[in-house]
């Protein structure tokens, strides 16, 4: 019941800068973490950023310095500020939410939004 929405994706030359967006929408949850994965072709899909409810975050080495995430509990969306950004960092980004299905008492699922490309020139 939850359907997470990517925007913001596209074509950028490299040392330019892009930002993603990712909503959350649905009925009976509560999210806990958020975050963005990435997968390249020909490649398996990683992290690169989570955030917790309180603000916590963690990255991918390769991105640390270049990329922010970031989010706005009120609106279930996430962010990703990516600067700085290199032709290794073309992929398709997904966003990631791990949830609360409060129908439940103890209930827990993750969610994926269906990809965004992000394509950096050199």
């Known amino acids: 019941q939850v359907q997470l929405v990517e925007s913001g994706g596209g074509l950028v030359q490299g040392g330019g800068s892009l930002s993603l967006s990712c909503a959350a929408s649905g009925s009976a949850f509560d999210i806990v973490t958020m975050g963005w994965h990435r997968q390249a072709p020909g490649k398996q899909r990683e992290l690169v950023a989570t955030?917790?409810?309180?603000?916590?975050?963690n990255y991918a080495d390769s991105v640390k310095g270049r990329f922010t995430i970031s989010r706005n509990n009120a609106k279930n969306t996430v962010y990703l500020q990516m600067n700085s950004l290199k032709p290794e960092d073309t992929a398709v980004y997904y966003c990631?939410?791990?949830?609360?299905?409060?129908?439940?008492?103890?209930?827990?699922?993750?969610?994926w939004g269906q990809g965004t490309q992000v394509t950096v020139s050199s």
């Open positions: 990631y939410a791990y949830v609360r299905l409060t129908a439940w008492v103890h209930k827990y699922d993750d969610y």
């Open positions: 955030i917790t409810p309180g603000g916590s975050t």
